[in-house]
RNA sequence: GCGGCUCUGGUGAAGUGGUUAACACGUCGGAUUGUGGCUCCGAUAUGCGUGGGUUCGAUUCCCACGAGUCGCCCCA
């Protein structure tokens, strides 16, 4: 086993490294173009800020951290979600105090320990942003419409917006005690998972897929009905900026995010052809978070991207591209002298930024000739004992077959050229 | 954490309770003198996920574990 990476883990080999820094780069030019800057926070933090952070009760924080103590006795933990930590590296650097919205976005590994399957692993990847200092609706609508328009320019087909809100601390308990009373009615009709489910999250059942046809469940009163004034002219507000925007969503009542932090707004982008793993994007409004960690409270919204998700769909679409990177000149030498002169000629081209290699294992001239044509070089470049005596390179055209002889300080320019 | 399916070389795979585990691709080498891409020739799993068990004998049967995959839970 010693051959084989840890469950639920993969390498990213240098075939595919082109698209994740293609990705990446998207990711970075959308964000600056909504003016959001970039932070990276440390993989791991002190448990304590998950269990407050996220919530004690979630199925993240009660069965999928990968929690450890240190050689200090400290209480460590992977972070499995980044927003917690961004929230912290705000109060902690008082990023604040520069006073208004503070808008940030992060790239990077979380660990979750889960069963693996298609688009979920134990590290995986996450883009995500995070609008911290303010509770306009309109910052709901940006957070939104960012997250759609990555995709959408990724070229993704079959997308799916759909919004809800979960209310706030006024009007969610209202709600909750509203479905809790409904649902004991129909306590023996539930399955065991919501069975349970009614005290911890009883929101949770409207969307469950064993219960979430039955027409008791599809009765359950609407969270609208218990909205507070506020919070419903949030959610219509959203909307309207929605609409103004010319994005499709769909309101889905039964739309509830996992993590306890959620207020108000709760969104989530789907790619349906993905299966059990169909949301690539989720996130919503915390305006209890920061509070909750031990700042003043402050308004807060964000999203993550599930990026191995994105690679299946862009795979699934066939919009990933295979990036070659090519090399330009592959230096082939025969005898002792003539490695001594190819090993100076690679230096000679590098230094004048010409990509150029060789192969070491001592081949006979044809072998060498055949891995220069497998590299994909444009030229192969022909050191022989004829060339060392005058002090020549015999450039081969790889792709044309037409080769000719030059000086060794005119290889460089020719090249070039 | 629960359930289904799967696990043969670098890859795709065929196959059997018992001599040398097909075939293809790939890789490496060669086809006289210093040169690739086509063609031809040759080499390439003492090994069939790991560990046990059944058996005279297992890659083929059984069990456990591991990994993968699909679904549940949950989520990105």
């Known amino acids: 086993m010693l051959t084989n990476a ?34 990276r926070t440390p993989i791991f933090e002190h448990t304590e800020l998950f269990h407050r952070g996220i919530g004690e009760g979630t199925d993240v924080v009660d069965k999928e951290m990968y929690t450890f103590t240190d050689r200090g006795g400290r209480s460590i933990t992977l972070r499995p979600e980044n927003t917690a930590s961004v929230v912290r590296a705000y109060l902690q650097n008082k990023l604040y105090a520069a006073g208004g919205l503070v808008k940030l976005f992060y790239i990077g590994s979380m660990f979750r320990y889960d069963r693996p399957q298609a688009g979920r692993l134990r590290e995986f990847h996450q ?84 219960d979430g046809g039955k027409e008791f469940v599809e009765d359950a009163p609407k969270i609208e009905t218990c909205l507070c004034d506020d919070c419903r002219e949030h959610f219509s507000r959203v909307q309207e900026f929605l609409r103004a925007a010319n994005v499709d969503f769909e309101v889905d009542s039964r739309l509830v995010r996992g993590l306890d932090y959620y207020t108000k707004t709760a969104f989530e982008i789907q790619y349906p052809p993905l299966g059990a793993q169909s949301a690539v994007a989720g996130g919503g409004r915390y305006d209890g978070l920061i509070k909750e960690i031990g700042g003043t409270p402050t308004p807060g919204i964000g999203f993550a991207v599930g990026l191995e998700r994105i690679f299946i769909a862009l795979e699934k679409q066939n919009l990933l591209k295979p990036v070659e990177n090519k090399i330009d000149a592959f230096v082939v030498t025969a005898g002792a ?20 290699v060789m192969d070491f294992a001592k081949r006979s001239l044809k072998a060498q000739m055949k891995q220069a044509a497998k590299s994909g070089a444009k030229f192969a470049l022909i050191i022989g004992e004829e060339e060392v005596e005058n002090s020549t390179v015999t450039v081969k055209n790889l792709e044309t077959s037409a080769q000719e002889k030059f000086p060794v300080r005119e290889v460089a320019a020719y090249i070039k050229k």
């Open 127 to 210: 883009f995500g942003v995070e609008a911290l200092g303010e509770e306009n609706p309109a910052v709901d609508a940006e957070i939104i419409l960012l997250a759609w328009d990555f995709l959408k320019n990724l070229g993704l087909d079959e997308l799916r917006l759909k919004i809800n809100t979960v209310g706030c601390p006024n009007c969610r308990p209202v709600y909750r005690q509203k479905l809790i009373h409904y649902f004991g009615e129909y306590l023996d009709e539930l399955c065991g998972d919501c069975k349970n489910r009614i005290e911890k999250n009883p929101l949770r059942i409207l969307d469950c897929k064993i």
């Open 337 to 356: 002298m003539a490695e001594v002169c190819g090993l100076k000629l690679l230096t000679i081209l590098r230094r004048e930024n010409i990509s150029a």
């Open 6 to 39: 840890p469950r639920g883990t993969k390498d990213i080999l240098p075939e595919q490294i082109g698209n994740w820094i293609a990705i990446e780069n998207k990711i970075r030019k959308t964000c600056a173009t909504y003016g959001y800057e970039e932070i």
